[in-house]
């Protein structure tokens, strides 16, 4: 599948907040605008550079963002505290993205790719020379009060997210569309910013589609009543085997096994929490590893297209190629090349 870009129009229509070389003006401004965060420059500090920029309308705030250059070699690192009072929706536009969660998660995001930071524990985000991106701001209780109308629930559902995307393809469209819409009304000059119906219905679609196409964490005792979340315990318990050990073999009878339940009732719940089946998601994570590999290899040379494919599974590397192509929009040596 083709990476979808969400970020239709001219940034620079938004509002610049900071356009600095100085690295503690950087972090007083944009600690203001986030949360506090320490800055560090990966590099000789006369190549440290910073663009932020904001707008939007009553329930959302787009911003674009960007550290360094692309053509000089430092590297830059940032370690938010937690959000606390919303979330953050973000596509790289350019370059790369390393975001982990400290002793948790981890992933490389390039061009088109997206991640979600929930507001409930810090991470770090190291970002190659020039990388840019914009995010997608929505209030906490929001999207609190959307999981729990999508669970059935009284009462607002803390619920954290999956680093790694969307639930599936078709979920990632989804996405993209009222991403763009957004986007379009804040870039455009859209009537929402006028239109406090408009704002209102804008931001509370966001946050549905954000809960429906993005990978929920539940709290335990919580569980999911309708499809599109990552509610099912026996789901859970498959995707926690395929997350960890991606790059062992797996077949169905040993994820049902891990999942505790028939081979048959362990699709039947894919099929209907993640619009996909137990290997159609394994084969997912897998490309999305090898995706990341592919990105760190094209940097510093450490590995070719045959070793990352075989690390992750693929022995027939024509397949590979074919299903890296469909999710990524280019085959796999095109990503090694940069």
């Known amino acids: 599948m083709a990476r979808l870009s969400a970020v ?4 620079s229509r938004l509002t610049t907040l900071v ?11 944009i600690s ?16 440290f550079a910073a663009w932020y920029a904001e707008d939007g309308f009553p329930g959302i705030t787009i911003s674009g963002l960007r550290y360094g250059y692309p053509h000089l070699d430092a590297e830059t690192l ?37 991640y979600v930071l929930d507001p409930y524990s810090p991470f770090q985000v190291r970002w190659s020379p020039g990388a840019q991106m914009t995010t997608l701001r929505l209030a906490r209780d929001v999207v609190e009060r959307a999981v729990a109308d999508a669970l059935g629930v009284e009462g607002p559902v803390r619920a954290r997210f999956a680093l790694g995307g969307a639930v599936s393809p078709d979920a990632a469209r989804t996405w993209a569309g009222i991403s763009g819409a957004v986007h379009r009304e804040v870039l455009g000059e859209g009537i929402a910013r006028t239109n406090p119906l408009v704002a209102a219905q804008l931001t509370q679609t966001s946050a549905v589609l954000l809960v429906q196409t993005q990978r929920l964490i539940l709290p335990n005792g919580v569980d999911a009543r309708r499809t599109g979340l990552v509610g099912h315990a026996a789901v859970r318990r498959a995707m926690a085997l395929v997350e960890e050990r991606a790059d062992e073999p797996h077949t169905l009878a040993d994820l049902a096994a891990a ?13 209907q929490h993640l619009d996909t089946t137990p290997l159609g998601y394994l084969r997912e994570v897998r490309l999305r590893r090898a995706h990341q590999d592919l990105l760190a290899a094209g940097r510093d040379g450490s590995a070719t297209v045959s070793d990352v494919a075989y690390r992750w599974g693929f022995s027939n590397l024509g397949r590979f190629a ?6 990524y929009g280019q085959p796999p040596s ?3 090349s940069g």
Do not use: M
């Not at 356009?19 to 401004?29: P, V």
């Not at 605008?33 to 006369?46: E, I, M, V, W």
């Not at 940032?78 to 790289?92: D, H, S």
């Not at 074919?322 to 999710?327: F, H, I, S, T, V």
């Open 334 to 336: 095109k990503t090694l």
């Open 78 to 114: 940032i370690k938010p505290q937690a959000l606390e009072t919303y979330l953050l929706v973000c596509e790289v536009t350019h370059g790369w993205v390393r975001v982990s969660r400290p002793g948790r998660e981890e992933c490389v995001v390039g061009p088109g790719g997206t």
């Open 32 to 47: 203001r605008a986030y949360s506090p965060y320490q800055l560090d420059c990966l590099g000789d500090a006369r190549e």
């Open 322 to 327: 074919a299903y890296y192509r469909e999710r």
């Open 8 to 11: 239709p129009g001219d940034l």
């Open 259 to 271: 999942a505790r339940v028939s081979p048959r009732a362990l699709q039947e719940a894919f099929r």
């Open 19 to 29: 356009d600095s070389s100085d690295l503690e003006e950087t972090r007083d401004i």
